[in-house]
């Protein structure tokens, strides 16, 4: 199946989502960490991805800088 595009925006609903935030709260440049993703909500996004065709990896998310803008650039690098 090939990769469906990924923009910014839904990755900033996806985390907004599993966070239970506002979207508008999450800056792309903030340490995703710092605002509540654990393991458990990272595998949460990443099997959500995974079902929209992305290729996605937890270990090379969890490896990565944790911002929106950093997990962005890795998967549209994928798309």
């Given amino acids: 199946m090939p990769a469906t ?4 925006d839904s990755l900033r609903l996806d985390v907004a989502d599993v966070l239970g935030e506002d979207p ?5 440049d903030e340490d ?4 509540g993703v654990d393991s458990i909500r ?4 990443v ?5 929209r065709g992305l290729t996605v990896d ?6 990565a800088a944790p ?13």
């Fill in 58 to 63: 937890f270990a090379e998310l969890a490896e």
């Fill in 67 to 79: 911002t929106l803008d950093d997990w962005h650039a890795l998967l549209a690098a994928r798309a």
């Fill in 24 to 28: 508008a709260d999450l800056p792309a």
């Fill in 42 to 45: 990272l595998m949460t996004l």
């Fill in 5 to 8: 595009p990924v923009s910014l």
């Fill in 32 to 35: 995703l960490r710092d605002l």
């Fill in 47 to 51: 099997e959500r991805w995974r079902a």
